[in-house]
């Protein structure tokens, strides 16, 4: 019976969907060291030019849990925003990539870059500014 239940914990919990820990990450070149979520909110809306923000695709999961914990804005906010900049000629959204690796060769190709992506792909081609709570 005890034995039952043990696999049937395993099978549930194997079963829910892993949320990675996400990090918001710079150019190793970049003279910044940390970040507060605030700071990459505004950087991410359009509030300052001083970094060069970079997006995931829309479909990645990884960008809704972004935009929910650290800009406090569902995607579909984020996109009105910059919509509305974009129309007025304020600025344009963020440049997407379709994963960390493309996140990654691009930060690694621009000193201003920033970006966020799944800890577990941090290598020395990035810098971590932020680790996600």
Not at 66 to 79: D, G, N, S
Not at 90 to 117: C, H, M, R
Request: proline content about 7%; charged content about 20%.
């Amino acid at each position: 019976m005890m034995k039952t239940r043990l696999m049937f914990a395993l099978l549930v919990l194997n079963a829910l969907p892993a949320t990675a820990e996400i990090v918001v990450v710079t150019n190793p070149a970049n003279q910044a060291t940390r970040m507060l979520p605030e700071q990459v909110s505004q950087f991410f809306l359009g509030g300052s030019t001083i970094f060069t923000p970079l997006d995931h695709s829309k479909d990645a999961a990884i960008r809704k849990e972004f935009y929910e914990k650290v800009i406090k804005k569902t995607p579909a906010q984020v996109e009105a925003i910059w919509a509305k900049a974009s129309f007025s000629g304020k600025g344009t959204a963020p440049k997407e990539f379709p994963n960390d690796a493309a996140i990654k060769k691009a930060v690694a190709a621009e000193p201003s870059a920033l970006a966020y992506i799944d800890k577990a792909s941090v290598d020395s081609t990035v810098k971590v500014l932020l680790v996600v709570p």
